[in-house]
């Protein structure tokens, strides 16, 4: 099928939107406004060609359960994926820009604030090439006030042409991509407080009415939209770490993390999402966000709130580490040559996504300690493999989990996929070394039958079942 915009009869559409980065986020995003909007026509571009053709076939770049039924549904119509960006930035009335905003690696900020040249690389792609009017909406996460520098950017142009910068922050998470397109709990949308910003706002409110309750729809300033996103990110692994630094206090105190959080997300003020113990937190936004937010922080001279939401990110990475001592001191102090099949690599379950997974500082850490890892996953094998180029040490990867687990002494759970909590464990048990180990690094599994089964159990913040 062809699917090259070049011979679009743009006119039967209401208005030309066009998305620059075409990854989790804009790859999604834009299927479902596409699939929703009939009457807009969508094209999506992105530096990548390679990327691109996967978006134009059934192999997409990307896996999110039910994606694909979503694009299959728009592409070809209204839906269109395209390597020539100057060429469709001339054409767009709006322009989504979804590209990269990962932690600054050099200079000023290193470590912490995000690094913005993709995004400033976008924005004076499109000064350079356009011809009319636009409005420019930010779906990338970034920094609070960086709307000003881009509209600063855009608008010292002299062919007179007007850019509008709105901030639309998008809350999908990674595995339920799709649902959380088609029900969002809530669209924010933050606009200058101008007649030409509050134009523009309603032109986005006016594309998530086709399927978003228009109570679900905030409309805001646009710093309070910029700031809201990494907030929320903030809010949401400050939870996780509260929780996980319990898990550690559980284990010392025979209290048992699951029915601690049980009794505590039962208060409907705290509630129950989100209060999963596990390795850590990882995924591409968590870590960068909330250093994101301290860095603004430091600049504004709040250095003790900076350092409040550092912590969160400290309690991560004990978690982290605390995870592989766990398994050392439990195998004798010892894994030198011992093998360890880690089942998940993945940041969470339902993605092959592996950006600042735990996976990947504990199989370092393993191989620093001269283990022999073997990594298994049903979707992130691929990604386990670029996460991992270059290291030195006694590594493996191997799709069927049982055969990871032969001849195995220990298994770590590192990612919550549905499949591994239904492995015939006897047949695994069986040939593995003696004794034979499991840490359960997401509480996932049935405990008490492995252990019945022979297995020394380590769950996370419960007491171990051993038989030694
Ligand atoms: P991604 O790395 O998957 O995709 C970004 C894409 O942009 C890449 O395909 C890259 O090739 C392309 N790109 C970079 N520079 C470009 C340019 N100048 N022109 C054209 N294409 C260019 O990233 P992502 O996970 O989709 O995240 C994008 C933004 O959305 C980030 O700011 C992120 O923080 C935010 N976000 C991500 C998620 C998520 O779950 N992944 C959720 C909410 C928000
Ligand atoms: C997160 C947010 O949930 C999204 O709202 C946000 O849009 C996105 O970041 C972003 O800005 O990128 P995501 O990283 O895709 O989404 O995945 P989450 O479901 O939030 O999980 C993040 C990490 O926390 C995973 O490693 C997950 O396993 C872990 N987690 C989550 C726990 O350890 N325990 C829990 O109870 C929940």
């Given amino acids: 099928m062809k699917r090259s915009n070049e011979r679009i009869n743009t006119k039967k559409f209401k208005k030309h939107i066009l998305c620059i980065g075409a990854g989790y986020v804009g790859g999604a995003t834009m299927a479902v406004i596409a699939a929703r909007c009939p009457q807009y026509l969508v094209i999506v571009v992105d530096i990548n060609q390679e990327k691109v053709k996967r978006w134009q076939s059934d192999n997409l770049p990307i896996y999110e359960p039910g994606l694909l039924d979503v694009v299959k549904s728009a592409r070809g119509k209204n839906l269109f994926y395209s390597a020539a960006i100057e060429e469709n930035i001339r054409k767009a ?3 989504f820009v979804s590209v990269n905003t990962p932690t600054k690696l050099f200079g000023e900020g290193a470590g912490k604030t995000a690094d913005l040249q993709y995004w400033e690389k976008t924005a004076r792609d499109i000064l350079r090439v356009s011809e009319s009017d636009k409005i420019i909406v930010e779906k990338s996460t970034l920094p609070v006030r960086t709307a000003s520098a881009m509209e600063r950017i855009l608008n010292s142009n002299d062919k007179g042409i007007h850019f509008e910068v709105v901030s639309n922050p998008e809350f999908l998470a990674e595995g339920s991509a799709i649902n959380d397109l088609e029900n969002p709990d809530r669209v924010l949308i933050g606009a200058q407080q101008t007649e030409e910003g509050q134009n523009a706002c309603r032109e986005i409110v006016e594309i998530y009415e086709n399927w978003v309750p228009r109570e679900r729809i905030i409309t805001s300033n646009i710093w309070s939209s910029e700031l809201s996103k990494l907030v929320a990110n903030a809010f949401l692994a400050q939870r996780i ?31 129950e999402k989100f209060l999963n113990a596990s390795v850590g937190f990882g995924g591409s936004c968590f870590k960068k966000d909330i250093l994101n937010l301290v860095y603004i922080c430091e600049s504004y001279g709040l250095s003790e709130v900076a350092e409040y939401w550092e912590r969160v990110v400290s309690i991560n990475e004990y978690q982290e580490s605390r995870f592989v001592q766990t398994i050392n001191k439990a195998l004798f102090n010892t894994i030198a040559n011992k093998r360890i099949a880690l089942f998940g690599f993945a940041f969470k379950a339902n993605t092959g996504d592996t950006r600042e997974s735990p996976a ?9 300690e001269r283990a022999c890892v073997v990594i298994t996953d049903p979707k992130a094998i691929e990604n386990a493999r670029l996460e991992l180029e270059g290291l030195d040490g006694n590594l493996e990867f191997q799709a069927d989990p049982y055969q990871a687990a032969v001849n195995a002494h220990a298994i770590a759970v590192v990612t919550e996929w549905e499949a591994y909590k239904t492995l015939d464990y006897q047949s695994i048990f069986q040939h593995m070394e003696k004794p034979p180990f499991i840490f359960d690094g997401r509480n996932i599994l049935d405990h008490r039958k492995l252990f019945e089964i022979g297995f020394n159990v380590y769950p996370l913040g419960k007491h171990p079942l051993s038989h030694l």
């Fill in 241 to 271: 770490s509260s929780i996980n630094s319990i898990s550690a206090l559980c284990e010392k105190t025979e209290a048992d993390i699951g029915e601690v959080a049980h009794a505590v997300g039962k208060d409907s003020r705290i509630g």
């Fill in 360 to 368: 990947i500082y504990i199989t370092k850490k393993l191989l620093e």
């Fill in 93 to 95: 009335d709006i322009i």
